[in-house]
């Protein structure tokens, strides 16, 4: 695939910096762009808000309501969202946060300190629901709704499941859709189900008032249990109770709704199951799940699905391996081509890691310490040391032998890539090895760099670039894909326009590779500069802005980033053909 590169500032000798060489503006210099021949949009930086804030998730997800040009990003931890007026798109401005701790909901419960904000939608009339969850996660959470055109003044809130996790709005505005995680207390002592809350809002933002507890409806996976769910789709780990100390639907409570997207028509949610590696469909009229169905995995020794499976092997070697990556997808987006829904999903990865359970392990530490080993006869049994597949973390709950005795199949946890797929889980394109191969030649000696410091080769064990946020827009009657790149840091953009024929665009990536925070903190430097001259690190919400809604009256993308704390706002421009 033959693309152009501009070329990455030069990294250190070695990872240690010296910091008052370090410019004192934000971001660098310039960003990383890497273009495909043919490119027709690529993004350029406009403006940047910063928290100053590291690895707090201070800067999470984005929501853009386009009739007062604010831009609404989440503050986990503070529990709050902040309005941001970005009229000025290359000076985003602070106008007030919504504090979401201490409101009153329909049930007369109260949103206590120590809860967490995790995601924000706003209605076109001003109307913004956040999704809230418990100080103690596993209790049910709230949806808080508040006033976005005005001055941010809560207007109420409605009890939903346990840990709302994503919140979105269907598009006719008609109702709130909650993506309730349902994880399992840190210490594996509780296990609440996971399940999607949908809230009837009001036709009018000044009704809010009349919203009460009946409105909310919660569709569960109890018509899921035993052997009624279809096969594929991962139910593993303890078998521990609710809050409640039931033991009864194992699958609900195994099950865990990530993310959610809505059909043109708001009528079907399908929403991510990550840990599970599968999609749950969901009939809003009826708040009911319907189907689930499995994601599948990745066959890593097929030409074109390699990966890059060693953190020690002293090079960006992107190679087949007798591995299959589970698609295990964190966000979701939909959109319709000739009348037919296609889903678009960024394939994370995420192990379960509770209490004393650990679902992952390296390669080439099973068979020790209880684990089932590599069966003899696996082509895998051959390729055990660190600069093969030995430090690969690979999931032990899946791939035993049916007699348990050994590992048949090694699954890595995600795909490295993103897919699309029909509404009948059909994949009709898989991004493959492009997102290694592009950032090995973008970013050289930070290839499969981790975000909170800068290392080559740091990721290649584990998850890799690790896709993680997406979102859709339309440039100039074609429709792309944005996916941020969680852990490699930037944005690969896909035109997607023929789902089955995608393509590589472009790569930018507004993050100087040459500041590696974390050695900052270990040499006790002043965290401020090193922050504002790294750029964004760990890019996690995605929002699309169309021209027409835009305050540039061009096409704009907003990326939230949870560990550098800022979110900037990128100009889509059309690159110029010769």
């Not at 996790?165 to 006719?172: A, H, K, R």
Request: charged share 25%; net charge negative.
């Amino acid at each position: 695939m033959p693309r152009r590169t501009r070329p990455l500032l030069a990294l250190a000798a070695a990872t240690a910096l010296t910091l008052t060489a370090l410019p004192a503006s934000a971001g660098p210099a310039e960003p990383v762009e890497h273009l495909a021949d043919g490119a027709r949009v690529t993004l350029d930086p406009l403006g940047t808000y910063a928290t100053g804030v590291f690895d707090q998730s201070a800067q999470e997800i984005a929501a853009y309501h386009a009739l007062t040009r604010r831009l609404f990003t989440v503050d986990a931890a503070a529990a709050q969202v902040r309005a941001l007026d970005v009229r000025d798109a290359t000076r985003p401005t602070e106008l007030f946060a919504v504090q979401t701790t201490g409101v009153r909901a329909a049930d007369g419960s109260v949103v206590p300190d120590g809860a967490v904000a995790n995601s924000v939608a706003v209605r076109a009339d001003g109307l913004a629901v956040v999704a809230v969850e418990s100080d103690v996660k596993t209790d049910p959470g709230w949806l808080v709704l508040f006033d976005a055109a005005g001055d941010g003044a809560a207007l109420g809130a409605v009890r939903v499941g346990s840990l709302p996790d994503m919140v979105t709005i269907t598009p006719d505005g008609r109702r709130a859709v909650v993506a309730n995680e349902g994880e399992p207390a840190d210490d594996f002592s509780v296990d609440p189900e996971g399940s999607v809350s949908v809230v009837d809002l009001p036709v009018l933002k000044r009704k809010v008032s009349s919203l009460r507890q009946k409105d909310v409806a919660t569709a569960d996976f109890h018509a899921f249990e035993g052997d009624a769910l279809p096969d594929g789709v991962r139910v593993f780990g303890p078998d521990v109770a609710d809050a409640s100390g039931s033991l009864t639907h194992r699958v609900s409570r195994n099950l865990e709704p990530e993310y959610v997207t809505v059909d043109s028509r708001s009528r079907t949610a399908w929403v991510t199951l990550q840990e599970a590696n599968a999609i749950a469909v969901v009939d809003l009229k009826k708040a009911e799940v319907t189907d689930v169905w499995s994601l599948g995995a990745t066959d890593h020794s097929v030409a074109g699905q390699g990966i890059d499976p060693s953190d020690k092997d002293g090079v960006a070697d992107i190679r087949t391996v007798p591995v299959k990556g589970l698609s295990m997808p964190d966000t979701i987006a939909s959109y319709e081509v000739r009348g037919e829904t296609y889903l678009v999903t960024a394939n994370e990865g995420d192990a379960r890691e509770w209490g004393d359970y650990v679902e992952n392990a390296r390669v080439k530490d099973l068979g020790k310490k209880g684990l089932a080993p590599v069966c003899a006869d696996s082509p895998a049994v051959a390729l055990l040391g660190d600069a093969d597949l030995g430090r690969l973390n690979v999931t032990t709950a899946s791939g035993l032998r049916a007699d348990g005795t050994c590992y048949e199949q090694l699954y890595s946890l995600g795909g490295r890539s993103f897919s699309i797929w029909t509404t009948d889980g059909e994949l009709v394109f898989d991004s493959g090895q492009d997102f290694e191969e592009i950032t090995a030649e973008a970013l050289g000696d930070a290839f499969n760099t981790n975000h909170t410091e800068t290392g080559f080769e740091g990721r290649s064990d584990d998850k890799g670039p690790e896709p993680e946020g997406l979102t859709l827009g339309e440039v100039a009657g074609r429709t792309y894909a944005f996916v941020g790149l969680e852990r490699a840091g930037g944005i690969m953009v896909y035109d997607v326009t023929s789902p089955r024929r995608a393509a590589f665009v472009s790569y930018v990536s507004n993050r100087d590779y040459s500041v590696s925070v974390e050695d900052a903190l270990d040499d006790g430097a002043d965290l401020g500069p090193t922050l504002d001259a790294a750029g964004d690190l760990g890019p996690e919400g995605v929002t699309f802005v169309p021209w027409y809604a835009s305050p540039t009256w061009r096409p704009m993308l907003a990326v939230a980033n949870e560990v550098s704390g800022t979110t900037t706002l990128f100009d889509v421009r059309r690159v110029a053909r010769h």
